[in-house]
């Protein structure tokens, strides 16, 4: 019974220090929609997916907030919370949907597989306003 006493000190005290406060959200284990997802859709999306945008204009994306983003376009809704597979936004940046729409659009080589798995991870985890 000491040492799970002690043990969970030791994990609380793990949690308190600066140094582990200082890892990304991600490398913890929770991707954060202000901290990880929202930059990569400043850098890589939101020149046009907002209004007066090419990608606003043609499909009614605004990815400007997080309730916009989560609106979707006028055809529906571009993220389901929880599952990344069937999300349109993932298949979008992954080029599954189609090789002319693969986001963001006219980048070589698109977007940098390190971004598109903290994307999936956000929308797995809920794709919450966090």
Not at 33 to 45: A, L, N, T
Not at 78 to 86: A, E, L, Q, Y
Not at 110 to 117: Q, R, V
Request: hydrophobic share 40%.
């Amino acid at each position: 019974m000491k040492a799970i006493h002690l043990l969970s000190g030791v994990v609380l005290a793990m949690l308190a220090s600066p140094v582990f406060a200082a890892i990304p959200a991600q490398e913890q284990g929770a991707v954060s929609y202000k901290s990880d997802v929202r930059p990569i859709i400043h850098d890589y999306c939101l020149s046009c997916h907002k209004p007066g945008g090419k990608g606003y204009e043609k499909s009614g994306l605004d990815m400007r907030t997080y309730k916009s983003l989560m609106k979707g376009t006028r055809f529906g809704s571009v993220i389901k919370p929880g599952d990344s597979f069937t999300s349109i936004l993932i298949q979008l940046v992954e080029g599954r949907a189609h090789a002319a729409i693969k986001m963001p659009f006219g980048m070589n080589g698109g977007l940098a597989k390190d971004k598109i798995e903290t994307l999936k991870k956000w929308v797995d985890q809920g794709a919450k306003n966090n």
